[in-house]
Nanobody, 121 residues
Framework: QVQLVESGGGLVQPGGSLRLSCTAS????????MGWYRQAPGKERELVAT???????NYAASVKGRFTISRDNAKTTVFLEMNSLKPPDTAVYYC???????????????WGQGTLVTVSS
């Protein structure tokens, strides 16, 4: 079984910064991508950013230039550096990754429990 543990959410003023972290643990053979989604009240969950095993990144247009996603060398922890935060960034942020638990197994998505980010003065 694979678990994702997120940390770093909280309350921040507009224009401020936060750094989210997410670490995968458990029966992991390989992780092919890690990323962050978010869900604001009354809205659907949306992509924020992803990073592939080869380091390629993808960002939602609304966060490009303000957020930076990265992975540690062990490739089991993903970070989301969020700068110039705005009230519309308020949401529950979910970590996700694609995990294979043994050689030859399919990569399946795993989700964290979410961490709340509130941008307000």
């Amino acid at each position: 079984q694979v678990q994702l543990v997120e940390s770093g959410g909280g309350l921040v003023q507009p224009g401020g910064s936060l750094r989210l972290s997410c670490t995968a643990s458990g029966s992991i053979f390989s992780i092919n991508y890690m990323g962050w989604y978010r869900q604001a009240p009354g809205k659907e969950r949306e992509l924020v950013a992803t990073v592939l095993r080869d380091g390629n990144t993808n960002y939602a247009a609304s966060v490009k230039g303000r957020f930076t996603i990265s992975r540690d060398n062990a490739k089991t922890t993903v970070f989301l550096e969020m700068n110039s935060l705005k009230p519309p960034d308020t949401a529950v942020y979910y970590c996700t990754c694609g995990v294979a638990v043994m050689p030859g197994a399919r990569y399946l998505p795993v989700w964290g429990q979410g961490t709340l980010v509130t941008v307000s003065s």
